[in-house]
Each structure stands twice: as structure tokens, then as C-alpha cells.
């Protein structure tokens, strides 16, 4: 399997531009996690999906964030408008969650650059 | 407030000693705990795993301790390769989807 795949790995932007982050899941994965890495809070969690649905969007920072996953193979996270506190590296990662633990696999992740 | 802590943000071992990496938790309710390695560019790859129940879990080098009463977990890597230079992330859920992360702890195995 290919694993997590996201892009693009790295984007700079400016300043009020608009920013998507694309991921594809595992094959057969039915949970989706978006996350966003600093060097002061680690990796937080932004959103969860489960078979396409949005359970928990409660870490999205602002409605300048959104996220979609129209089907089972592709997601994506917005930012719009884009701004310097917003430079992180986001990773996606998938799981097949059957109601038990099950470890997350990660892509590897988009360092975004916003100047 | 950060629920899982890795006071460590770095560690330096002699290749062939023994690494140990450390988590401490403060939400009880946390029943399955899972470390990751993670090397620069790369994503977070899952390492090892342990269920509250248990007290010990090992696979091959490496070897996860879980002490409930104190709250607190650790990662015992022996013996240390080169190989094993990375950031390691502990990470603990409550039987949900929700992970928390701890900030990580950078693991430099010298030759």
C-alpha cells in the first residue's frame, strides 16, 4: 500500500492568500484526521472524519479553516485567508477505526510558509 | 492544559546503551497508549502500543512500561542503534478516535 499521500509537501504563500491541503487516505481506511504540528503545542488534532462525515471539527482554530471530504479516497483542508500564525507543518493520517484502538498512519505532512 | 507531557525535549545515548523515554499523563480516564517515531520530513510512524490492562508490552528492542497509579509510561529502546535518531511522540486515547499527543522527546543515538 501507498500509505498517506498528501501535497503538496511544502507551499509558501503570502499573506491573505488562500491555501489547500490535499490528502488520500488509505484504501479501505474509514477515519481521517487532519493535524497540525507547532514546536510549542506538539500535534493537534484539527478535525476528525469518519466515513466521510465530519465528527469533530472542535480544533479548528477559526472559520478561516475548513475542511472536506467529499469521498472515501480525498480530503482537503482550507485556509482562507491564510496568515503568518498559521505556519505549521499539517499532516493527515488515516485508520480503519472498528471501535478499538487503532493506530493512526500518518502521511508526511505540508510544511506551510505563510509570509 | 496539556494532558500528555514529555518533560524530555531531547536525549543523548551511546549507541549500544540503553535508551529510556518518558510520558506522564493526567486524564485517568486514558486506557490505550501508543508511542511514534517520527524523522524529519517524514510523518509519525506507529512504534508500539500498550492497553491499560497491561503493565508491559515488548516488541523486538523496544519495550513500553505503563504505570497507572503514577500516571506515567516509558519507552525502553535497547540496545540503541543509529538508526533509532528521531523525535518520539507519545500519545494516549480514552477508547475514542481522539488521540493527544505529547510535544515529543529528540532521541540522538551517538556512535
Known amino acids: 500500500d501507498a500509505g498517506v499521500i498528501q501535497s503538496p509537501r511544502h507551499e509558501v504563500t503570502e499573506m491573505g492568500q488562500e491555501v489547500t491541503l490535499r490528502c488520500k487516505p488509505i484504501?479501505?481506511?474509514?477515519?481521517l484526521f487532519w493535524y497540525r504540528q507547532t514546536m510549542m503545542r506538539g500535534l493537534e488534532l484539527l478535525i476528525y472524519?469518519?466515513?466521510?462525515?465530519?465528527?469533530?471539527d472542535s480544533g479548528m482554530p477559526e472559520d478561516r479553516f475548513s475542511a472536506k471530504m467529499p469521498n472515501a479516497s480525498f480530503s482537503t483542508l482550507k485556509i482562507q485567508p491564510s496568515e503568518p500564525r498559521d505556519s505549521a507543518v499539517y499532516f493527515c493520517?488515516?485508520?480503519?477505526?472498528?471501535?478499538?484502538?487503532?493506530?493512526?498512519?500518518f502521511g508526511n505532512g505540508t510544511r506551510l510558509t505563510v509570509t | 492544559d496539556q494532558q500528555v507531557k514529555q518533560n524530555s525535549p531531547s536525549l543523548s545515548v551511546q549507541e549500544g546503551r540503553i535508551s529510556i523515554l518518558n510520558c506522564d499523563y493526567t486524564?485517568?480516564?486514558?486506557?490505550?497508549f501508543l508511542w511514534y517515531k517520527k524523522y524529519p520530513a517524514e510523518g509519525p510512524t506507529f512504534l508500539i502500543s500498550?492497553?491499560?490492562?497491561?503493565d508491559k508490552n515488548e516488541d523486538g528492542r523496544f519495550t513500553v512500561f505503563l504505570n497507572k497509579s503514577a500516571k506515567h509510561l516509558s519507552l525502553h529502546i535497547v540496545p540503541s542503534q543509529p538508526g533509532d535518531s528521531a523525535v518520539y511522540f507519545c500519545?494516549?486515547?480514552?477508547?475514542?478516535?481522539?488521540?493527544?499527543f505529547g510535544t515529543g522527546t529528540r532521541l540522538k543515538v551517538l556512535a
Open positions: 493520517a488515516s485508520s480503519l477505526y472498528r471501535g478499538v484502538n487503532s493506530p493512526l498512519h
Open positions: 484504501s479501505g481506511h474509514n477515519s
Open positions: 472524519f469518519n466515513n466521510n462525515v465530519p465528527i469533530d
Open positions: 486524564n485517568s480516564m486514558f486506557d490505550y
Open positions: 500498550i492497553s491499560s490492562i497491561k
Open positions: 500519545a494516549a486515547t480514552s477508547g475514542t478516535y481522539k488521540y493527544i
